[in-house]
């Protein structure tokens, strides 16, 4: 919780041009949905910075858009100082998991991180959020539809 009683939430992919702008935005939309957008403060964030200040991935962005979304937050590195910042650390993959254990200042930091499988309800047997970055169509509208039913299991579970 912040100041301002917000549960602050950082979504954590490797580019953070696919999935973590995505679960930003549909986490975004799905609260201000529920009435909810004042007790929540949603961020994303890159393991890399090679994409540092652009939009998401055109194919996502369309993607998105086809199942009512906007994805147009801009591409940033993960950075220690965003352990003090938020909350939950949420990540995508195994990956992720791991070099996101390699920055965290502190090793109590990590209780901080979780993996987005964690809030699944229909994709319990699903172990991360694959990435689609090398992939087609169908593979950005798995990682969508696994975001909603992730997104949909953090409000049940953080935000009420
Ligand atoms: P993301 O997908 O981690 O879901 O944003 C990727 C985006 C870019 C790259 C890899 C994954 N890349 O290698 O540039």
């Given at each position: 919780m912040d100041?301002?009683?917000?549960?602050?939430?950082?979504?954590?992919?490797?580019?953070?041009?696919?999935?973590?702008?995505?679960?930003?935005g549909i986490l975004k939309q799905k609260a201000a949905q529920k009435g909810l957008e004042n007790n929540v403060f949603v961020d994303s964030a890159g393991i890399g910075a090679w994409h540092t200040g652009q939009l998401p991935d055109m194919?996502?962005?369309?993607?998105?858009?086809k199942n009512g979304y906007d994805f147009s937050s801009k591409a940033r590195q993960?950075?220690?100082?965003?352990?003090?910042r938020f909350d939950y650390i949420i990540v995508m993959d195994d990956d992720n998991y791991r070099d996101v254990?390699?920055?965290?200042p502190t090793s109590g930091a990590m209780n901080k991180v979780h993996y987005i499988r964690e809030?699944?309800?229909?994709?319990?047997s699903q172990q991360s959020v694959p990435?689609?970055?090398?992939g087609k169509e169908e593979d950005f509208q798995?990682?969508?539809?696994?975001?909603?039913?992730?997104?949909?299991?953090?409000?049940q579970q953080l935000l009420i």
């Open positions: 100041l301002f009683n917000k549960t602050s939430i950082l979504f954590v992919c490797l580019g953070n041009i696919c999935r973590s702008p995505a679960a930003e194919r996502m962005r369309r993607c998105g858009e993960i950075k220690r100082k965003d352990f003090e254990k390699m920055i965290a809030y699944f309800n229909k994709y319990k990435d689609p970055y090398y798995f990682a969508v539809d696994l975001l909603e039913d992730a997104c949909e299991g953090i409000i």
